[in-house]
């Protein structure tokens, strides 16, 4: 367990001040390995802290987590992250979203997706994330 934080704490670090590694870092698969902490998180701690990574790969490579299933696997557990890990959560699904090569017969969205994105609106906790 302490490995995997490292090591995603690692690839955040290496992200935040080495751009160039970001791309070779989507090649190599990094994405499909990110979002099945969150998608299964054993951990709570280790499923919030690859937001960072996410959160990063949401602003450059918006598609490609979109298309590895980022959009899912940032919303699936939002409810058991503390609010700022799910300030992050949504402000990657806005991201993704946003992208401009997404096309609509990209965008598949579940009802689950759907179900979660009108929950956060009609919101009216004064804890709110948004």
Not at 19 to 48: F, T
Not at 78 to 103: E, G, H, T, Y
Not at 114 to 130: C, H, K, V, Y
Request: aromatic fraction near 6%.
């Amino acid at each position: 367990y302490k490995r995997q934080v490292y090591t995603i704490r690692s690839l955040s670090h290496l992200m935040e001040f080495q751009h160039s590694s970001i791309s070779y870092i989507v090649k190599c698969g990094a994405i499909p390995l990110l979002c099945s902490k969150l998608l299964s998180p054993k951990y709570i701690d280790l499923a919030e802290q690859t937001l960072q990574p996410l959160l990063k790969l949401s602003g450059t490579h918006p598609y490609e987590l979109f298309k590895g299933g980022g959009l899912e696997a940032v919303l699936k557990n939002l409810d058991f992250m503390d609010i700022k890990a799910q300030r992050k959560a949504v402000c990657i699904a806005a991201n993704l979203l946003s992208s401009p090569s997404l096309s609509i017969t990209d965008i598949s969205i579940t009802d689950y997706i759907l179900s979660t994105l009108n929950n956060l609106l009609t919101n009216s906790d004064t804890q709110s994330i948004i």
